[in-house]
């Protein structure tokens, strides 16, 4: 079991080799630390390039060190880093020594930034935020991300509750002293404005939540067809590698392949799948219906035919928009109402790239998803005190005490996305999937 009078270290940069290797310690212990490797003079908040010995005096590098005297650092504790270089045996000197040190241990995934939360330095949602920050490949998935990590969020979720927890207060006030002057009547009028206009601003936000999970988790498109279609020949073009295997034998892919592209700055999962027919045999059949399925919870879907080939292009029963793609052809001729390509001439790739872009842009509105709720976690909590802000402006019948009761339990809600009333379970939860070393 994890203790915060532990001293925790970790290898928190990248992996090994590399130019320069950061290992970071936090805890009650880090002057032990400091002693154990002969670090006796550094000054807080200064880095400072010192000699990394063993207490006997044996030399393991020369590094730059950085010490931060709590609260004043990132966990909140005494935290201390040693910027070695970044060889392996360099490092694994380092943490042997640490190992070695009473009360010193490694950290758990995501401990430094638990201890941050707990120590005050952020809240749930800007450690989610810096998460997703650390995850983000694209250029939208980083604004989306920084804008979490930075407090946006929270500050707004901060700002509905104090709202609704002054709105409690005059109501209670009104209940508690009907008769005083200085509680006049009308302020009830004043109270449920103000109600009404944050469920308002809720509602606007959870509105721009479809969005913002498509920015974090990428829009999904998946590429159908008839076998030998040019799918697997079409993600490999796009993905500018060999992904997928092509050969002219049909039914090559069975199972779905999904490479990530970035496009515009938006993250894009492509999917391609087996072709659509009568399935020879039970693998087949199993990959055809994955296909299907892919299709149907796709945000766009490619449906690829043959030049040659004058049937129908292939739809799924879903309400996901479908692109027609006629493929192996360097012209729309023939077929003024799909996309043509080539991936040998790459006819039509960009035209092809392009309208994918647009559909994204389409998809994301105005943009406007920095502050939007990308985690199923926040719309659901988001969407329970939507109710109970709901009921109680909406329940003009109630006893005041349960509307009032009910405003309680929206700023519950919103309290628990920033994690000032979470269990520990759910931090447990949410902190595993930070990696070691943050």
């Known amino acids: 079991m994890t203790s915060s009078h532990d001293t925790i270290f970790a290898l928190s940069s990248g992996s090994l080799p590399s130019g320069v ?58 935290v201390l880093e040693l910027q070695l270089h970044g060889g392996r045996a360099v490092v694994r000197a380092v943490l042997d020594e640490l190992s070695a040190i009473p009360g010193c241990r490694h950290a758990e995934p995501g401990e430094f930034s638990r201890r941050a939360f707990e120590n005050n330095r952020l809240d749930l949602s800007e450690a989610e935020g810096l998460a997703d920050l650390i995850a983000a490949e694209t250029e939208m998935q980083r604004r989306l991300a920084l804008s979490q990590a930075r407090g946006d ?59 913002a999970e498509m920015v974090r988790d990428g829009f999904h498109v998946t590429i159908i067809g008839r076998p030998n279609a040019g799918k697997s020949s079409l993600l490999n073009a796009l993905a500018k590698r060999p992904a997928a ?8 892919t069975r199972d779905l392949i999904t490479v990530d592209l970035d496009v515009e700055g938006y993250l894009v999962r ?13 693998v087949e059949a199993e990959g055809i219906k994955r296909a ?14 043959e030049h040659a080939d004058q049937g129908a292009y292939e739809h799924v029963d879903s309400d996901v928009e479908h692109l027609n793609i006629r493929t192996k052809a360097d012209d729309n001729s023939n077929d003024p109402e799909a996309l043509s390509i080539s991936v040998v001439t790459g006819y039509g790739l960009d035209r092809l790239t392009n ?31 939507l109710s109970q802000i709901d009921l109680a402006w909406a329940s003009v019948d109630l006893p005041l005490e349960i509307r009032s009761e009910a405003l309680r339990l929206a700023a519950r809600e919103l309290g628990r996305i920033t994690g000032f009333v979470d269990p520990d379970d759910l931090l447990g939860v949410i902190f595993s999937e930070f990696c070691i070393g943050k």
């Not at 299907?292 to 035919?305: F, M, T, Y």
């Open 21 to 78: 290797a950061v290992v970071r310690v936090s805890g009650p212990g880090v002057d032990r630390v400091r002693d154990h490797f002969c670090l006796d003079d550094l000054e807080a908040r200064r880095a400072l390039v010192r000699p990394v010995k063993r207490p006997g005096g044996d030399l393991i590098d020369a590094a730059v060190i950085l010490y931060f005297v709590g609260p004043r650092s990132f966990t909140g504790q005494d």
């Open 153 to 211: 969020q929270s500050r707004l979720y901060r700002d509905w509750m104090e709202r609704l927890t002054r709105a409690r207060a005059l109501i209670e006030a009104e209940l508690d002293f009907p008769d005083e002057d200085d509680i006049p009547g009308a302020i009830s009028d004043q109270v449920w404005r103000d109600v009404n206009q944050i469920g308002t601003e809720i509602k606007s936000l959870l509105a721009r939540g479809k969005s």
């Open 245 to 252: 295997i092509v050969t002219d034998i049909a039914g090559t």
């Open 270 to 282: 492509l999917t391609d799948t087996a072709g659509l027919r009568e399935a020879p045999d039970v």
């Open 292 to 305: 299907r399925e892919s299709a149907q919870q796709a945000d766009l879907v490619l449906s690829l035919r």
């Open 355 to 385: 309208v994918i872009a647009e559909r994204i842009r389409n998809f994301a509105g105005d943009g406007g998803f920095d502050l939007a709720p990308a985690r199923a976690r926040h719309r659901s909590l988001l969407a329970s005190a």
